[in-house]
Nanobody, 115 residues
């Protein structure tokens, strides 16, 4: 079992930056695949970025060059640095982990980008 809690969301003007953090508890030593997803109102949840234990990363085309996913320590295993934010980045952002053949999600943190 893994519990994930996001923090760092908020309201920011277009062009601004935010850094999202994800804290983890439970089976934290098996967090080999982690990532961030987002869901805007009326839309499906979509991949933002993933990172595996070896450090390889993957990004949605819409955020490449603006967002950076990185690994932290066991208790705070993943971050998302978001720069040059756009109004279309407005969404609830979810921390994600794939552990022992199961998907885990946090409760989400709201990111709102004003124009």
């Amino acid at each position: 079992q893994v519990q994930l809690v996001e923090s760092g969301g908020g309201l920011v003007q277009a062009g601004g930056s935010l850094r999202l953090s994800c804290s983890a508890s439970g089976d934290i030593f098996s967090l080999n695949v982690m990532g961030w997803f987002r869901q805007a109102p009326g839309k499906q949840r979509e991949l933002v970025a993933t990172i595996i234990s070896g450090g390889s990363t993957n990004y949605a085309d819409s955020v490449k060059g603006r967002f950076t996913i990185s690994r932290g320590n066991a208790k705070n295993p993943v971050y998302l640095q978001m720069n040059s934010l756009k109004p279309e980045d407005t969404a609830v952002y979810y921390c994600y982990a794939y552990v022992r053949y199961r998907d885990y999600w946090g409760q989400g943190t709201q990111v709102t980008v004003s124009s």
